[in-house]
């Protein structure tokens, strides 16, 4: 299974047993692509390798010249049409 490259790297800190994951307050977890540093250079790696399945199964054609906030926008865009990617209830 592919990791989501928009998703920040979570994981649980402590032993509180809390089900939350710990994001950074400097995170782009909830950061408007828009409004990124770095969303005019060209997308990650990850994000085309994972761009490049979402399009596939959408049958959407790809398009490999995105900039990082644009591939960003449209992984949300394709992960809507596909359910790939989404949180679902009981997960």
């Known amino acids: 299974m592919l990791n989501d490259p928009n998703e920040p790297n979570r994981t649980d800190v402590g032993n ?17 692509p828009d409004e990124w540093i770095t969303g005019d250079e060209p997308m990650t790696g990850a994000q085309r ?13 790809f398009d490999e010249t995105l900039t ?3 591939a960003s926008k ?3 865009q394709l992960q ?5 990617g989404l949180n679902k209830a009981g997960n």
């Open 74 to 76: 449209r992984i949300e």
């Open 16 to 32: 509180n047993n809390s089900k939350q994951p710990s994001v950074p307050s400097n995170s782009n977890a909830e950061k408007d």
């Open 80 to 84: 809507q049409k596909t359910g790939r």
């Open 68 to 70: 990082k906030a644009d």
């Open 49 to 61: 390798s994972y761009l490049k399945t979402l399009s596939d199964e959408a049958g959407e054609p």
